[in-house]
């Protein structure tokens, strides 16, 4: 079946950088877009960021564009987050969430989430 | 952007009562509308896809309707496993707006 582990989540000082992973099993990695989407403590999703599935094209939601990068390496089945310049309004779990086909790109797998707190 | 918005954001009900949630795009789009359920301390799982086709496997107590800017999710009969915050979601463009949520329940 589908799994998805997310991990790098940690405690980061506001300013710095943080890298997130997620590593795919149990269905073709290669040929899904994948997502970001994170959960702020007692709050709502919000969806973050996508790339397609061969990794060219890439969507960023305005509160993370320009200081977020998606990325992913087929050979390894992992999704990638690079997070620079981070503010404590970033403290989320971050899901990375994968879509169920290029035309129906709803999500149909979730990983279990990574916890990153961005505090001093 | 097409922003989601949900109501209620909260509601209580007895089981087995009716329960309908409403999503309100702010300008319409083709039904690329989906429902997530969050159980508390869970994972979103899908529940609704293309407006108002069900996920396989979840119950047939669940429905969605609706198109262009107002959709509808509906649980026909209340069950207690079902208290959890429910989402939409517009998908097939960018962005892929989630809205805020809707907490069910049980009184």
């Known amino acids: ?120 | 952007d097409i922003q989601m918005t949900q109501s209620p954001s909260s509601l209580s009900a007895s089981v087995g009562d009716r329960v309908t949630i409403t999503c309100r795009a702010s300008q319409g789009f083709n039904n690329f509308l989906a429902w997530y359920q969050q159980k508390p301390g869970k994972v979103p799982k899908l529940l609704i896809y293309a407006a108002s086709t069900l996920q396989s496997g979840v119950p047939s107590r669940f429905s969605a309707s609706g198109s262009g800017t107002d959709f509808t999710l509906t649980i026909s009969s209340l069950q207690p496993e079902d208290v959890a915050t429910y989402y939409c979601q517009k998908y097939n463009s960018d962005p892929w707006t989630f809205g805020q949520g809707t907490k069910v329940e049980i009184k």
Not at chain 1, 27 to 53: C, N, T
Not at chain 1, 75 to 90: G, T
């Open chain 1, 1 to 120: 079946q589908v799994q998805l582990v997310e991990s790098g989540g940690g405690v980061v000082q506001p300013g710095r950088s943080l890298r997130l992973s997620c590593v795919g099993s149990g269905f073709i990695f290669s040929d899904y877009g994948m997502h970001w989407v994170r959960q702020a403590p007692g709050k709502g999703l919000e969806w973050m960021a996508v790339v397609s599935y061969n990794g060219r094209t890439t969507y960023y939601s305005d509160s993370v564009k320009g200081r977020f990068t998606i990325s992913r390496d087929n050979s390894k089945s992992a999704l990638f987050l690079q997070m620079n310049s981070l503010r404590a309004e970033d403290t989320a779990v971050y899901y990375c969430a994968k879509e169920n086909s290029n035309s129906d790109d709803y999500f149909d797998s979730w990983g279990q989430g990574t916890l990153v707190t961005v505090s001093s």
